[in-house]
């Protein structure tokens, strides 16, 4: 996606900017690609929109790259995809995703792979 950063080596941006914390847990601001070669997440970061990139694989037909990519991110944060709901943007390639139960901290602390 143009304007991502990679998440690879010592130059790794920021992320905590596509983080919000609110009263159920962590809401994600995630910038998708459906149709990809590849899962992938985060796959980069797009420090204007301040969102973290998620491709997958699936198409954006009949809610599969939505199936897609709570699967992804439930993996990545190691808990159960129950505890991952797309909040608003459903249609949308930019998406806000939110981690019940979880803090922003151990969010964070995980997609960096701490």
Not at 1 to 29: K, R
Not at 37 to 64: E, L, M
């Amino acid at each position: 996606m143009p304007g991502n950063i990679p998440l690879c080596g010592a130059l790794m941006p920021d992320i905590a900017d596509a983080l919000l914390e609110d009263l159920h847990g962590t809401l994600i601001a995630i910038g998708v690609t459906a149709g990809a070669k590849t899962n992938s997440f985060p796959a980069g970061y797009n420090a204007w929109r301040k969102t973290i990139g998620c491709r997958v694989t699936a198409p954006a037909v009949d809610g599969k790259a939505n199936r897609a990519i709570i699967s992804l991110v439930s993996e990545k944060l190691a808990i159960s995809a129950a505890k991952v709901n797309i909040q608003s943007g459903a249609t949308s390639s930019q998406k806000r995703v939110l981690v019940e139960g979880m803090g922003k901290k151990e969010v964070l602390e995980r997609l960096k792979g701490k």
